[in-house]
């Protein structure tokens, strides 16, 4: 089957099935726009609805409103215009549903892996020893077993983000947004990463929006790909991911996978 045939023009498509109308919709938008300083269109009337427990990538060159459109959904800025829900509630600020990473680990220097961890728990109250059990557990979870009593200074950079990954599961929000959060690392580590990420998501069951400027990695762990033009920000197409789960690195060698890079792309370059 052609893969372009599952495509959806997010743009100008009829009104989806609102959030509070249907329970499996997080995430909705309708006609959302962010402007900065009354001029800069960081998004341009963006409409989507994002099912619960999928795995979504933002793609697109850089400038083109991804991260605005991630920090919307925090609750981090506020739109311009249109609707946007979470849970079938207008955002108007951050919610502890809802999580955030971003491609630098921001660790505290002075704490241990597992204490870093807990911040997001310490910052609500005191850290029960439920609390820190479950500190480790996570670090089981992103295989850092024999490091939650190690300081960041002894961690690789991608042991570091496998503490901030941590650190949002252990925030207990189940909409998780994250901002390229192995960018900053080798193509290696990267890769390792992103195959460890869809084995936790589907783990602890979370509704994931991940941004990249990476064509194939969007497409390797999405169930959809949400792909987006700059100057306006603009959410061009929204493409659906055929592939069956559990991937292996084997299927972005294959002419399917290969041929929805090529569509992603002309999307991209068309514009
Ligand atoms: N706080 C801000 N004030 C003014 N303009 C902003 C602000 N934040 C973003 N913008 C502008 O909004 C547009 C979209 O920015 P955004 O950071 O969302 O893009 P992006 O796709 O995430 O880019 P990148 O991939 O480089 O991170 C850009 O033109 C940017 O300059």
């Given at each position: 089957m052609n893969a372009f045939s599952n495509t959806i023009v997010a743009a100008d498509r009829a009104r989806p099935a609102m959030a509070g109308g249907d329970p499996d919709i997080v995430i909705s938008a309708d006609g959302l726009v962010k402007t900065f300083n009354g001029e800069?269109?960081?998004?341009?009337r963006a409409t989507f609805d994002i099912r619960r427990g999928s795995f979504v990538s933002l793609v697109g060159p850089?400038?083109?409103?991804k991260s605005t459109l991630l920090r919307l959904v925090a609750g981090l800025i506020a739109k311009t215009g249109g609707e946007l829900s979470v849970l079938g509630h207008g955002v108007s600020g951050p919610s502890s549903d809802v999580a955030m990473m971003f491609q630098r680990p921001t660790l505290l220097d002075w704490r241990t892996a597992v204490e870093n961890v807990l911040l997001p728990t310490e910052v609500k109250r005191s850290a029960t020893n439920a609390d820190r059990r479950r500190a480790i557990d996570l670090l089981n979870l992103v295989g850092l077993k024999d490091f939650a009593f190690s300081f960041p200074r002894q961690l690789s950079g991608g042991m570091q983000q496998r503490v901030a990954l941590a650190r949002l599961l252990q925030t207990g929000a189940n909409i998780l947004l994250l901002d390229e959060p192995f960018g900053a690392l080798d193509e290696f580590t990267r890769e390792r990463l992103n195959l460890e990420l869809m084995r936790i998501v589907e783990d602890v069951d979370a509704t994931v929006l991940f941004v990249t400027h990476n064509i194939a990695e969007a497409i390797f762990l999405a169930d959809q790909v949400m792909v987006m033009t700059p100057r306006p920000g603009r959410l061009a197409r929204i493409v659906d991911v055929p592939f069956e789960r559990p991937r292996g690195v084997e299927l972005m060698q294959t002419p399917e996978f290969n041929g929805l890079v090529g569509e992603v792309r002309s999307i991209l370059g068309g514009h």
């Open positions: 800069v269109i960081a998004l341009d850089s400038g083109c409103g």
